[in-house]
């Protein structure tokens, strides 16, 4: 039970607060599936189980956005990593956890002063002479002014929001503890692998706190599209920039949803869409480090048809190895060769039934229906997202690195197609994902490669006479030990170490009985505790043994 995993006393304020949303959304039954509602009555809290009538004709989808909204930055953050998980949720989740968005009320720059001045070192008024008290934007995490430097250089000050992360850790370990319960009381929600995507959650919000580390994302991608100057990556000003602040030049475009200002300065859509395709798959498939969420609101256009990215917070990385799968996998796609897609996509997935005969006839049935479709006429995201389904439909999933990919390059198109209604991002692509694949088929590259496997066969040989003299001298002294983990046979472990606890406490209960009774016979009987005999002490305590007993019978037979 929840009660059990809680071991800090801190957060049952907060366990409260989820609770209470839960149930006003009509999630009392979860509540009281994963044992949280037996958490708050041991913790003398009211618990009213009905949801209010306004919120009953929400989709369960709805319903959720709207919890994770109330509960705050943390849950807020969670569903926009959800949002990525195309791999786990079907299509209307997803479209209701892309409708959260990272709004918050401004915090007054009076309060916010002290923390620059401690990140800074000195007041920030001896930097920036000028600095706009209004906020460009409040999200849950940080808010954004606008400052100016002696040289009048316009810049921005993304002030983390104080105390933000005491409040974050406490939310993250309850959403670790939730996890491990509901994996483990509610079975037919671990498709949805609650403790893997919690961890993977942890890890990102923990690297999205830290502002420094977002501007090395944002240098090492100005460093990667160097050649690229059409692409704008704001400038770092690192002498005042921390893990709590950071201090960026300011960029003035027209943000990526302004479509009726884009036609209005004259800029080229198409060129737009262009050049932005090529930037990002550049990223992906030759640096290995991208934008990982390139919606509008993070993309600015420029005079010139320039495009500026902002906002380096989630970012995507992919090892070579994952690249050249992915450059099959979408080479694959434009070029409807089915087998490919089809052994790539069964190496990528993560379940039982990975290698089933079913799934990949399924997989090159989807494919092949693309035959002698011109590439133009092919929505490049809408195939992705439909191959993703027939693996949710499998009940498998992708690794994170891949299902942030494939949320990216469905953003992406849509963010194409929004500029230029032809986008055709398969087009796009295809001379870009054949080069990547020539490049990793020529004799330098292969060479490499075999030298490297080369080395590491030698590596191999080398130590084997070691790692093997090991194993026989280990065997001579007799300490070999082979360890079988049978998990069916440790339950029963545990339940039969749980009716022998019953047995010993069964007797021991029946022998506080039998002695009391005795004692209570004998002509003189002693007393303690200001007159109360041994002998009613005796029988009061096999009563508690009792009700004890019974009670764990009683919660036994429940689980």
Request: hydrophobic residues 45%; proline residues 6%.
């Amino acid at each position: 039970m929840l009660w059990q995993a809680i071991s800090a006393v801190r957060d049952l304020g907060r366990l409260n607060d989820i609770a209470s949303v839960l149930i006003r959304y009509g999630f009392g039954d979860v509540v009281r599936r994963i044992g949280m509602s037996n958490a708050l009555e041991k913790a003398g809290k009211v618990l009213h189980w009905h949801a209010p009538q306004e919120l009953a004709h929400l989709e369960p989808p709805a319903r959720i956005r709207r919890v994770l909204e109330e509960l705050g930055p943390t849950f807020i953050k969670l569903g926009q990593i959800l949002a990525t998980r195309v791999d786990l949720f079907p299509p209307e989740w997803i479209a209701e956890f892309g409708k959260l968005q990272d709004d918050a009320p401004a915090v007054p720059y009076d309060e916010l002063w002290p923390h620059i001045s401690q990140a800074l070192g000195e007041p920030p008024e001896g930097i920036f002479p000028r600095i706009d008290e209004t906020p460009l934007a409040a999200a849950s995490l940080a808010q954004v002014h606008r400052a100016w430097l002696a040289d009048g250089t316009a810049v921005i000050l993304k002030i983390r929001h104080p105390h933000i992360i005491k409040t974050i850790e406490a939310d993250l370990r309850l959403l670790t503890r939730l996890a491990e319960i509901i994996e483990a009381e509610a079975p037919d929600l671990q498709h949805y692998r609650p403790r893997e995507v919690v961890r993977q959650f942890t890890l990102s919000l923990r690297r999205e706190l830290d502002f420094a580390a977002e501007c090395r994302h944002a240098e090492r991608v100005a460093n990667n599209l160097a050649d690229f100057p059409e692409i704008v990556i704001p400038g770092i000003h690192w002498q005042w920039t921390s893990p709590g602040l950071n201090v960026q030049d300011y960029i003035d475009g027209i943000p990526g949803s302004d479509l009726a200002a884009v036609d209005a300065t004259g800029l080229n859509r198409k060129l737009l869409a262009k050049r932005g395709i090529h930037a990002v798959l550049k990223m992906i498939l030759e640096d290995g480090f991208f934008h990982a969420d390139p919606h509008p609101g993070n993309v600015l256009y420029l005079a010139g048809n320039r495009i500026a990215f902002i906002d380096f917070g989630m970012v995507g990385r992919l090892s070579a190895e994952r690249r050249i799968e992915l450059a099959k996998l979408l080479y694959g796609l434009v070029s409807q060769d089915a087998a490919r897609v089809a052994n790539v996509l069964l190496d990528w997935s993560e379940g039982e039934e990975s290698g089933s005969v079913t799934l990949q006839n399924e997989i090159e049935t989807f494919v092949d229906q693309y035959r002698g479709v011109p590439i133009s006429n092919i929505n490049f995201g809408a195939m992705l997202s439909d191959l993703v389904a027939i693996l949710r439909d499998h009940g498998l999933s992708l690794p994170p690195d891949l299902a942030l990919l494939i949320k990216a390059f469905i953003t992406l198109e849509g963010l194409g197609r929004q500029l230029d209604p032809d986008f055709d991002i398969a087009s796009e692509a295809a001379p870009l994902l054949k080069h990547a694949l020539m490049a990793h088929a020529k004799p330098a590259a292969m060479a490499r490669r075999g030298w490297r496997t080369l080395t590491s066969t030698v590596d191999l040989l080398g130590g084997l006479p070691r790692e093997v003299n090991t194993i026989l001298r280990t065997v001579r002294r007799g300490k070999l030990k082979l360890q079988i983990d049978v998990p069916p046979l440790k339950q029963f472990g545990e339940r039969i170490d749980r009716a022998a606890s019953r047995l010993a406490l069964s007797v021991v209960t029946a022998a506080l009985i039998v002695g009391s009774a005795i004692v209570m016979t004998v002509e003189k009987d002693f007393t303690v505790l200001g007159g109360i005999s041994i002998g009613m002490l005796g029988f009061i305590g096999a009563v508690i043994s009792g009700v004890w007993l019974l009670i764990s019978i009683w919660r036994g037979g429940r689980k």
